[in-house]
Nanobody, 112 residues
Framework: QVHLVESGGGLVRPGGSLRLSCAAS????????MDWYRQAPGKEREWVAR???????YYIDSVKGRFTISRDNAKNTVYLEMSSLTPEDTAVYYCYADGTWWGQGTQVTVSS
């Protein structure tokens, strides 16, 4: 099994930045694809970003140019750097490994 723990969420003002982390443990050798999802109040969970084992990245249109997904294989950690944040980015953010394992989520609130 793979265990994922997100961290780095919190309260940030519009226009600000946050860096989320997702630390993986367990049977991590099999992890090839890491995703970030988010779920805003009253909305379905949506896919945000993906990074493959080769480092290629993909994003939902609404975050392109503002969010960057990266991975540090030595630390078994995936990051989501977020900038130019708006209230529409407010959500619980989850990491997701190989379409199988979810983290517990970390709250991001963008508000004045």
């Amino acid at each position: 099994q793979v265990h994922l723990v997100e961290s780095g969420g919190g309260l940030v003002r519009p226009g600000g930045s946050l860096r989320l982390s997702c630390a993986a443990s367990g049977s991590i050798f099999s992890i090839a694809i890491m995703d970030w999802y988010r779920q805003a109040p009253g909305k379905e969970r949506e896919w945000v970003a993906r990074i493959g084992s080769d480092g290629r990245t993909y994003y939902i249109d609404s975050v392109k140019g503002r969010f960057t997904i990266s991975r540090d294989n030595a630390k078994n950690t995936v990051y989501l750097e977020m900038s130019s944040l708006t209230p529409e980015d407010t959500a619980v953010y989850y990491c997701y490994a190989d379409g199988t394992w979810w983290g517990q989520g970390t709250q991001v609130t963008v508000s004045s």
